[in-house]
């Protein structure tokens, strides 16, 4: 004897798979990237990109030279990525200079490549050596020295500093998640070069994040019919935009460190009420209350006790 409900419902099942593979296939044409043969454009502007376009004039632009930016982390990107791949980007002097420029505080000069400055310069000359006698020559200007010098670079590049996850399984249907957390720190100095003294030194932290979602059927749906889906979706934040936005972040607050140390000045004194300044400020001085809290307190030396 046949039952009829079990009977429609048995054969009701192979419409529900399919509808279901229609279902996932639609879900997954849609998580396609909607910009994938877009042209090229502007790379996108972070939150520290926005704070140096928005930071207020100085009384004068620096003359700045920076010689390198290099990666001191001496990371790779691990298995199955070559050996040879850095973890993180071998162009963040490139990044410093457009920094700097994009504040409107400092005057970049070339010295990174300073020999190919150099011999365009003598290519130059050399074509301008007068034949006649009645010719005068050009005469190039003299190149511009730097008064400050920007040193630094990537001291630090930590991954899997914190991962974590959940999920949920029933009858054959469920889904997790799982994130990661990477994080590249910045050191940035500024030198005087009358004397060789640091005028400011700052380190800058910024987080990496990657996350993935991921959802899945596999059950049985009748006797020998399985039906199995899946689905996700991943994404990872850019690790030179990280490094970008860091040290973009650095010079801003090198340029409120010298603000206070009166090593650099506004154009107006009614500027320090500026939104940008009153925000990096008041960061500097809850780091340095933090650091206070965390300092341990030092006993007081004996009376005869030796000084230095």
């Known amino acids: 004897m046949r039952f009829p409900c079990i009977s429609r ?19 997954a044409s849609t998580q ?11 790379t996108p502007a972070t939150g520290a990109t926005r704070d140096l376009l928005r930071l207020p004039e100085p009384r004068g632009k620096v003359v700045t030279a920076v010689y390198g930016f290099r990666d001191q982390t ?7 990525d070559s050996s040879f791949s850095t973890a993180v980007t071998q162009g963040a002097a490139t990044m410093l200079v457009k920094a700097l420029k994009d504040s409107g505080w400092f005057t970049p000069v070339e010295r990174e490549n300073l ?13 301008e050596t007068p034949q006649d006698k009645g010719n005068q020559p050009i005469s190039l200007p003299a190149l511009v020295p730097a008064t400050v010098i920007i040193e630094g670079g990537i001291v630090a590049y930590e991954t899997n500093v914190r991962t974590g996850g959940a999920g949920a399984r029933y009858l054959g249907i469920g889904a997790k998640t799982q994130y990661r957390v990477d994080q590249v720190t910045i050191s940035l100095r500024s030198v005087d070069i009358r004397s060789g003294q640091i005028l400011n030194s700052v380190s800058t932290t910024k987080t ?22 899946e689905g996700g979706y991943t ?12 040290i973009e972040a650095a010079v801003v607050h090198l340029i409120v460190q010298g603000l206070q140390d009166k090593i650099w000045a506004l154009k107006r004194e009614t500027d320090w009420q500026s939104p940008v300044l009153r925000t990096y400020l008041q960061e500097s001085a809850s780091y340095l209350d933090s650091q206070e809290a965390k300092a341990p307190l030092h006993e007081e030396a004996p009376a005869h006790g030796a000084a230095y």
Do not use: H, M, W
């Open 74 to 80: 001496g990371q790779y990107k691990p298995a199955p």
């Open 115 to 127: 020999q190919n400055l150099l011999t365009e310069r003598k290519i130059v000359r050399a074509l």
């Open 235 to 246: 994404r990872n934040e850019p690790s030179q935009l990280c490094v970008r936005e860091a």
């Open 9 to 27: 419902g048995l054969a009701f099942r192979p419409f529900l798979a399919v509808l279901s593979l229609l279902a996932l296939g639609g879900c």
């Open 32 to 42: 396609l990237p909607a910009d994938v043969a877009a042209n090229a454009r502007l």
């Open 208 to 229: 990496i994040y990657s996350y993935e979602l991921s959802t899945g059927v596999f059950r049985f749906v009748n006797f020998k019919e399985l039906l199995e889906l």
